[in-house]
């Protein structure tokens, strides 16, 4: 049970990971200027009963639509599970919205939220969960924040940087 729990979560993680490039410092020209190109990093899952598993990460991103329009494609691994995401996500005035799809499972889902000072606050929903996701942008350097709701992880942490 705590495999399949932890694929559920990874894969929120990994979903939600995939929308931490949606905050650079400066909204001004587009939202997503800035992050065309390939990312990678790492990080933790949080489990309820206490134990921790790692994850890695690598991004490729594509931005068009005057910054304002994001293509990404991600691919995550911890030692129980991998996820192949990508993700179509159009900023409005301060506000996110997108699609996602993970290859492999056959899933899929939204986000919505805003994105403000190189800050996005998120929510990401596909087919059996929903997640909270914070993100905080400086410089090549991004902190992700993801709290799920309805599994057995408590918190997941990851940090991402710009090659």
């Known amino acids: ?41 790492s990080g933790k899952v949080e489990l309820s009963d206490g134990s921790t598993e790692r994850i890695r990460c690598r991004a490729s991103y594509a931005v068009a639509g005057e910054g304002r329009l994001l293509q990404q494609t991600l691919v995550c691994a911890s ?4 996820f192949d995401i990508t993700s179509h ?20 889902g ?4 805003t994105a403000r000072g190189g800050r996005v606050d998120a929510q990401v929903a596909g087919p059996g969960f ?5 993100v905080a942008t400086r410089g090549a350097s991004q902190s992700v924040s993801i709290v799920p709701q309805g599994t057995n992880v408590r918190n997941v942490s990851v940090s991402l940087k710009k090659r």
């Not at 559920?8 to 587009?30: D, Y």
């Not at 030692?79 to 991998?82: F, L, R, V, Y």
């Open 89 to 108: 996500v159009e900023e409005n005035g301060g506000r996110i919205t997108g699609t996602w799809t993970e290859a492999s499972r056959n899933a899929n």
């Open 130 to 134: 929903s997640a909270s996701l914070s």
């Open 110 to 113: 939204q986000v919505t939220g």
């Open 1 to 41: 049970m705590r495999t399949h729990s932890a694929a559920r979560l990874l894969s929120v993680v990994v979903l939600s990971g995939s929308f931490a490039m949606l905050s650079t410092t400066s909204f001004a020209a587009g939202a997503f200027d800035g992050m065309a190109g390939y990312w990678n990093g």
């Open 79 to 82: 030692t129980s599970a991998k």
